[in-house]
C-alpha cells in the first residue's frame, strides 16, 4: 500500500519526490534544505551524521528523529554501512557514572617532515571526555605518570579503575609506585586493571578515539612538524570535548556529561513538530502537482 501510494503521488516538485498534501507527515522542504546545507557545510566536514543530527537538535534547526535524518541525509550523501562485529557474548565495559572507569593508551603520528610523535590520553568511560593528554616525541613512563598526574588534578574523587593495555610502558614498577604514593598521600584508591588480561574486556574505547583523531581529521591536513601537531590536536580535542555531541550521550557532548548535565525531553517538541508538519504540507500551495486532476 505505501509503494501504491509513493508511486500514484509521485511530486517532481518536490525534493523527497513525494506529494506533500497526499504524505503530510513527511518533513518540509525547509528542514530538508536544513539537513543539505549542514551535511555539505564544511564546519561539520569531520562529524558523523549522528552528531549533526544532535547539534541540530539543540540549536532548534530540525525536530525529527534519528532514524528520519538518517534517511534523509543518506539521500543527499550516501554512505555505505559498517558491519558491527562483536564476539558471541561480549560485553563492552560500561560505566554507570563519571570516573569509574578511565581508558589510558599511547599512540603514535608521523607528521609530513617525517617525524614520529607520541600521543597519550585518558579518556573517561562514562562521558567518553578526554581527560587528560600529551602530545610527546618519545614513549616513556615519566610522560605516562606525568599524564596521570593532570588528570587526577583535574577532577575530585577517592576511587577509580584505570584501565590500560599489558604494554612495558604501563606495566612496571614506577607506575605501580606512583599508584601507591597517590594512595598514601591523597588517598585516591587507584586499581589497575589490564585490558584482555585482569579483565575480559578491550581498551577499545580509548583506541576508538585514536581512530577518530586520525582518520577524520589528521589524515585529511598532515601536520608538517611535531610543534603543529600539538597545535591540531588542541583543536581536535576541544572540538571532541566541548563542540560535538555523541550518540551513545543522548545529544550530549563529553564535557556536558562529564559535568552532568541533561538533555531535556523533546518528546512533546517532536509531536508538536509533527502536527506543525501535517498542517503546513496539508496546505501546500504547490502549482505544478497533479494529484488532484482527473485521470
Not at 551535511?39 to 549522528?50: A, F, G, M, N, R
Not at 559498517?82 to 599511547?106: E, Q, T
Request: charged letters at 25%; one cysteine or more; a positive charge.
Amino acid at each position: 500500500m505505501t509503494w501504491y501510494s509513493q508511486v500514484n503521488f509521485d511530486c517532481k516538485s518536490s525534493k523527497l519526490k513525494l506529494c506533500a498534501k497526499q504524505h503530510p507527515y513527511q518533513i518540509t522542504s525547509n528542514e530538508f534544505k536544513t539537513i543539505e546545507s549542514c551535511l555539505l557545510d564544511p564546519y561539520y566536514e569531520t562529524w558523523p551524521k549522528s552528531a549533526i543530527h544532535s547539534n541540530l537538535l539543540k540549536l532548534g534547526k530540525i525536530t525529527i528523529s534519528r532514524s528520519t535524518f538518517y534517511k534523509h541525509a543518506q539521500q543527499i550523501m550516501p554512505s555505505k554501512e559498517r558491519k558491527k562485529s562483536r564476539k558471541k557474548g561480549y560485553r563492552p565495559l560500561r560505566a554507570s557514572y563519571v570516573n569509574k572507569y578511565w581508558h589510558m593508551d599511547i599512540s603514535y603520528f608521523n607528521t609530513d617532515n617525517n617525524q614520529r610523535s607520541f600521543i597519550y590520553a585518558i579518556i573517561d568511560n562514562y562521558s567518553r571526555k578526554i581527560i587528560a593528554w600529551k602530545c610527546e616525541q618519545e614513549i616513556s613512563k615519566i610522560h605516562i605518570g606525568s599524564v596521570i598526574n593532570e588528570a587526577l588534578k583535574l577532577t575530585s574523587l577517592t576511587q577509580l579503575n584505570l584501565v590500560t593495555d599489558g604494554g612495558k610502558e604501563n606495566v612496571n614498577q614506577y607506575i605501580q609506585n606512583l599508584i601507591l604514593q597517590y594512595y598514601e598521600q591523597s588517598g585516591i584508591d587507584i586499581e589497575h586493571k589490564i585490558a584482555l588480561k585482569t579483565i575480559r574486556q578491550s581498551n577499545s574505547m580509548i583506541e576508538r578515539f585514536f581512530r577518530i583523531m586520525k582518520s577524520n581529521y589528521l589524515y585529511f591536513n598532515v601536520p608538517y612538524s611535531h610543534q603543529e601537531l600539538c597545535l591540531a590536536l588542541e583543536k581536535i580535542i576541544h572540538e571532541y570535548n566541548f563542540l560535538r555531541p555523541h550518540y551513545a550521550l543522548n545529544h550530549l557532548t563529553p564535557a556536558e556529561c562529564f559535568d552532568g548535565k541533561q538533555f531535556p525531553d523533546i518528546s512533546k517538541r517532536i509531536k508538536r513538530a509533527r502536527k506543525q508538519r501535517f498542517k503546513k504540507n496539508k496546505n501546500c500551495n504547490c502549482t505544478l502537482c497533479i494529484c488532484d486532476e482527473p485521470d
